[in-house]
């Protein structure tokens, strides 16, 4: 059923929430922050945090529903992006850490379905006016991603000791960076904006691909693999306590001074 405001979303991602939590799967991981981060969207276009609130409600469902149609096909045996696919079918691997599971979802959600969520939302030449909406999610993208960096220091306590590892910085041991990432998706929506309709699938499949292969990476960069381990082996190996715990409340968003 089509999804129309965040409250659907956020009802859809209890679903997803609540079934991993029964099955103990680690699916729930990135469900959970992204929970979080929803709930938190919806709290900014309530306290007037975005030019265009009802812009952005629009923008955060179709964006949502492309995750969340990618979870229902691989839940059902259908089939998702390959970049879904390859952050779906490492939940099966108890060697990965709990932060390659987040970012793996961040990474086929952010790098494929932004840009085309966006490119969507506001079709051609209507792009630019998502522009400040758009730079102002990171915003709230920040205040719980600073959260959820401090719970990973309970959930995974060597996360924090290496400086080489974080949500916040450009990693040598697992490369993704949010802001670079939400970047090259306005780079995406700018591209498929621009380019006639009848291209759109083919420039998506293409891209899909790509972003498939920086999802492997994350999961299974070709080294570090003795340093990931000795994070593996200190973390909280029971699932449903780091769903839980990634399921927190998100934080107060904000004071907006008068909107924009």
């Not at 630019?128 to 719980?144: G, R, T």
């Amino acid at each position: 059923m089509p999804l129309h405001t965040i409250d659907d979303v956020i009802a859809d991602l209890d679903a997803i929430i609540q079934r991993a939590w029964d099955e103990k799967s680690r699916l729930g991981y990135f469900a959970a922050l992204y929970r979080r981060v929803t709930r938190a969207v919806k709290a900014g276009i309530a306290n007037n945090q975005f030019a265009d609130g009802p812009r952005m409600e629009t923008l955060d469902v179709v964006f949502a529903s492309r995750y969340l149609d990618a979870s229902s096909a691989y839940q059902s045996d259908g089939k998702p992006s390959h970049c879904w696919k390859v952050a779906f079918h490492a939940c099966d691997d108890d060697t990965r850490i709990i932060l390659q599971h987040l970012l793996a979802g961040m990474n086929a959600h952010i790098n494929l379905d932004l840009g085309v969520a966006a490119a969507q939302v506001c079709p051609g030449d209507q792009l630019p006016q998502l522009k400040s909406d758009f730079d102002e999610i990171n915003v709230v993208l920040a205040a719980q991603v600073g959260a959820v960096e401090d719970e990973m220091s309970t959930l995974s306590p060597l996360i924090k000791d290496l400086s080489k590892v974080g949500l916040k910085t450009e990693s040598t041991l697992i490369n993704f960076n949010i802001d670079l990432a939400r970047k090259a998706a306005w780079f995406v929506a700018q591209r498929l904006a621009n380019e006639p309709a009848f291209l759109h699938d083919v420039t998506i499949d293409g891209l899909d691909l790509a972003v498939s292969l920086e999802g492997r990476a994350i999961l299974y960069p070709p080294f570090k693999g003795d340093a990931l381990a000795a994070i593996r082996a200190v973390e909280v190996q029971d699932v449903r306590s780091v769903i839980e715990i990634l399921a927190r409340e998100p934080s107060p968003p904000p004071v907006a001074h008068g909107g924009h």
